[in-house]
T-cell receptor, first 115, second 112 residues
């Protein structure tokens, strides 16, 4: 069964460093998403991406964040200058189309630790 | 705006007891999907059930059952004869047009 994959599973970085989290969505999916879960809290929407453009973003997704689909398979989330409060689990998701009837498939997550 | 409320932050039950997790949602969309996810200590989100807004038929699947009531905007989840492996955080979620909105989660501890 096709699945969303994410690398690395755990990333440790120093405050102020740039990190890139990588996701490989399901191959025929066209919509891509990033979510964040601070330890012990709920999963929060960050951004959705379609046709090489951001289609929606939350107030969390500020100028420190960017997303990119550099090739036909990867979908990346870049944090330019990490802060301690960026420590969280980051989930990538993908779906065939937008619309509430289309399920988003979640990856296993990348745990980011900022020291 | 969408909102999902899970009023129970933590529940403890003894193994083999039944347990119901509550979920109440708010949305202006006429078409939406509701989900339950399980998050074990390892951190991944495990999909359990999806229900669309037009299907209020409740369902039983093994030890899991769901009670969707549109009139009260509730989507409750019951585990029958709980087991230690059911210990996890359970999230109720609402899928609108673009994004999924999650509740704050209910931590379930099943005591042997």
């Amino acid at each position: 069964e096709p699945e969303v994959t994410q690398t690395p599973s755990h990333q440790v970085t120093q405050m102020g460093q740039e990190v890139i989290l990588r996701c490989v969505p399901i191959s025929n999916h066209l919509y891509f998403y990033w979510y964040r879960q601070i330890l012990g809290q709920k999963v929060e929407f960050l951004v959705s991406f379609y046709n090489n453009e951001i289609s929606e973003k939350s107030e969390i997704f500020d100028d420190q964040f960017s997303v990119e689909r550099p090739d036909g398979s990867n979908f990346t989330l870049k944090i330019r200058s990490t802060k301690l409060e960026d420590s969280a689990m980051y989930f990538c998701a993908s779906s065939t189309t937008s619309g509430s009837y289309n399920e988003q498939f979640f990856g296993p997550g990348t745990r980011l630790t900022v020291l | 705006a969408q909102k999902v409320t899970q009023a129970q932050t933590e529940i403890s039950v003894v193994e083999k007891e039944d347990v119901t997790l509550d979920c109440v949602y708010e949305t202006r969309d006429t078409t939406y999907y509701l989900f339950w996810y399980k998050q074990p200590p390892s951190g991944e989100l495990v999909f359990l059930i999806r229900r669309n807004s037009f299907d209020e038929q409740n369902e039983i699947s093994g030890r899991y059952s769901w009670n969707f009531q549109k009139s009260t905007s509730s989507f409750n989840f019951t585990i029958t004869a709980s087991q230690v492996v059911d210990s996890a955080v359970y999230f109720c979620a609402l899928r609108g047009y673009q994004k999924v909105t999650f509740g704050t989660g209910t931590k379930l501890q099943v005591i042997p």
